[in-house]
């Protein structure tokens, strides 16, 4: 099983600040990571693919780098409406595993 | 329009069982891996399990032997089957579509299971 360690866990930022959000594997997975946002009572949104790629529709203010063991999501100026959970995944090998999600929340 | 809704959930006994069926629209669910993945209340996702295009089936060690998943091209449409539940598996059922790139890009808006006596 490969371990995501996410950090941090609580996050409280104002509209405009650039934040960031680390994930940690255990093990190296290559670029084999998503990163999705999560609104209370909504299904997650994927943001990210590949570690780096920006999924269609989203804003360019998101950005993922990293790659092996360690990533982080970037929203370079936070908006109003992004404030919410946001998860890591990796889909290297089974089982697939989240990280313990990152709220961010308004300061 | 791309879509998936789930359906179900509900309230069940420990060691009942229930089947969660995700139907889809705007897309072929044979021609994706499709996966389920829970969240418990208030706490963060796990996946459940996974079923590739070619039909290889994959599950989470906490679901192995008791969940399985399976689809009906005719219907076009993922199922969960969930047996010998436990009150652990309480959680919102999210069904989703996984791109050949990486990552879910279509979830469903979720079903409840609340396992209970």
């Known amino acids: 099983v490969i371990w995501m360690t996410q950090s941090p866990s609580l996050l409280s930022a104002s509209t405009g600040d650039r934040v960031t959000i680390s994930c940690r594997m255990s093990q190296g997975i290559s670029s084999y990571l998503a990163w999705y946002q999560q609104k209370p009572g909504k299904a997650p949104e994927l943001l990210i693919y590949?570690?780096?790629t920006l999924q269609s529709g989203v804003p360019s203010r998101f950005s993922g780098s990293g790659s092996g063991t360690d990533f982080t999501l970037t929203i370079s100026c936070l908006q109003s409406e992004d404030f919410a959970t946001y998860y890591c995944?990796?889909?290297?090998?089974?089982?697939?595993?989240f990280g313990q999600g990152t709220k961010v929340e308004i300061k | 329009e791309v879509q998936l809704v789930e359906s179900g959930g509900g309230l069940i006994q420990p060691g009942g069982s229930l089947r969660l069926s995700c139907a889809a629209s705007g897309f072929t669910v044979s021609s994706n891996y499709m996966s389920w993945v829970r969240q418990a209340p208030g706490k963060g996702l796990e996946w459940v399990s996974v079923i590739y295009s070619g039909g290889s089936t994959y599950y989470a060690d906490s679901v192995k032997g008791r969940f399985t998943i399976s689809r009906d091209n005719s219907k076009n449409t993922l199922y969960l089957q969930m047996n010998s539940l436990r009150a652990e598996d309480t959680a919102v059922y999210y069904c989703a579509r996984g791109q050949l790139v990486g990552g879910m890009d279509v979830w469903g808006q979720g079903t409840t299971v609340t396992v209970s006596s």
């Open positions: 995944q990796q889909y290297y090998s089974f089982p697939w595993t």
């Open positions: 590949a570690a780096s």
